[in-house]
């Protein structure tokens, strides 16, 4: 069965602390890992990682992908109370055409000012 | 500014009633999702469609049924409500185009009582 497990739960840092979220995946036929941001609304895109080794950033955020070991991290430098949120990681495997996306529980970050 | 949008933020229903969650997306994605998220359990999928009048069913699809009559739009009915199913909704669409991204929409938070 197709999984994707996100560590650590929840989270609670200080501002500026450096953060850095787990993503581990057991999926057939793997094509792609998204990474999104729930603050009180919709989920956010955040990074879609397709190649491995390659590292995607915006601003203080950064995500690589390590497809021979299954996982993916998600960087967050220098942390704002505005980076409070659920961060959904999901993974997308290429079978079919149907686009679902199978995704981790979430990991919910505080940041405390 | 392409959208999804869910026909309530926040419902009240008493066990027994029939509920219908309704999502429309503008952005003429084929692909359609209906999750509930419940703390320390992530998104689970209920039900999705990949065409007009087409469903499948998801991981936790009982109690639920789903509707698509037109492409834009994509129903999501309890039929008969009960306190189990007091959660948060997210309806979702994707399209092949965009590389199977999702957009999510703002939530229904639905509780019964």
């Known amino acids: 069965e197709d999984k994707v497990v996100q560590s650590p739960l929840s989270l609670v840092v200080h501002e500026g602390d450096t953060v850095t979220l787990n993503c581990s995946y057991e999926v057939t036929n793997f094509r792609s890992l998204l990474w999104y941001k729930q603050e009180k609304k919709a989920p956010t895109f955040l990074f879609m990682l397709?190649?491995?080794?390659i590292e995607k950033k915006s601003g203080r955020l950064s995500s690589i992908l390590d497809k021979k070991e299954l996982f993916s991290i998600l960087n967050i430098t220098a942390t704002q109370t505005g980076d409070s949120a659920i961060y959904l990681c999901a993974a997308y495997p290429s079978s079919g055409n149907t686009g679902k996306l199978i995704f981790g529980q979430g990991t919910t970050l505080q940041v405390k000012p | 500014d392409v959208k999804v949008t869910q026909s309530s933020r926040y419902l009240v229903k008493r066990t027994g009633e029939k509920v219908f969650l309704e999502c429309v997306q503008d952005m003429d994605h084929e692909n359609m999702f209906w999750y509930r998220q419940d703390p320390g359990l992530g998104l689970r999928l209920i039900y999705f469609s990949y065409d007009v009048k087409m469903k499948e069913k998801g991981d936790i699809p009982e109690g639920y049924s789903v509707s698509r009559e037109k492409k834009e739009r994509f129903s999501l009915i309890l039929e008969s409500a009960s306190t189990n199913q007091t959660s948060m909704y997210l309806c979702a669409s994707s399209s092949w185009h965009r590389g199977y991204g999702y957009t999510f929409g703002s939530g229904t938070r639905l509780t019964v009582v």
């Open positions: 397709t190649s491995s080794g």
